[in-house]
């Protein structure tokens, strides 16, 4: 009696679900790593850092003297209104509704517990944010005190939010087949970018409080795409 050849062992090769959990996990460490660093750097200088002052210079040099014409009063370009209008989607009502609105569809699909995640993402940014600005208590740019804002400059918040939210929506678009993240990313990088660069621009914030903010929402972001896959996955 011939003898059966034994089973060949089964191949394991990577699936996408793990590729995809260790590349939550990498950015958000990678993007907390990022915010320790330069929150240790901002503390260590009393002074605002050089690299900040150069881009102060260039972004009056080359882009218009936006906010010594918002002193004056003067009528705001077609260029910075744009800028300003794209500026109001990282804002607090903004970014909540979104993503308040993102987890009511989210509930709909595959019950409270998936979506809760999505809907506190930027409630969550925003503790984050608070918490690092008013430890560190980094001092705004001139123009910023000048025109009325005198919170802690470090890191920015509206960058925060802008790649929380983005970030989140991105993924869960991606996650129910609405948009293709290699869509869907770019995008979020890029009105992320857009609500930092928006806030440097008119000198609200300095710009490694935009490379903060925007480290912040990263790992939030990251985080709450491995909660919400996690959960899929349960």
Do not use: C
């Not at 993007?31 to 320790?36: F, K, P, Q």
């Not at 929506?169 to 990313?185: K, T, W």
């Amino acid at each position: 009696m011939r003898m059966p050849a034994p089973a060949a062992p089964i191949a394991r090769p990577t699936s996408r679900r793990a590729s995809a959990r260790a590349a939550q996990l990498a950015t958000a460490a990678a993007a907390s790593g990022a915010l320790v660093a330069l929150a240790l750097v901002r503390v260590m200088h009393d002074d605002e850092l050089a690299i900040d002052r150069r881009v102060q210079r260039i972004g009056r040099t080359r882009f218009g003297a936006a906010p010594r014409a918002w002193l004056r009063g003067r009528r705001r370009s077609r260029a910075r209104l744009a800028f300003d209008a794209i500026g109001t989607l990282s804002s607090d009502w903004a970014t909540t509704i979104a993503g308040i609105a993102a987890g009511l569809a989210v509930a709909r699909r595959h019950g409270l517990a998936r979506a809760l995640p999505v809907a506190v993402a930027v409630p969550a940014t925003n503790l984050a944010h608070g918490a690092v600005k008013y430890s560190l208590r980094e001092p705004r740019p001139i123009v910023a005190h000048l025109t009325g804002k005198h919170t802690p400059s470090f890191p920015s918040g509206h960058a925060a939010r802008g790649a929380a939210a983005a970030g989140v929506l991105a993924h869960v678009a991606s996650r129910e087949g609405l948009v293709p993240l290699a869509v869907g990313l770019p995008i979020a990088a890029a009105v992320a970018l857009v609500s930092g660069a928006q806030r440097v621009w008119i000198e609200r914030h300095w710009a490694t409080d935009a490379v903060g903010g925007f480290a912040l929402g990263a790992a939030v972001a990251a985080g709450v795409a491995r909660l919400y896959d996690a959960l899929g996955e349960a």
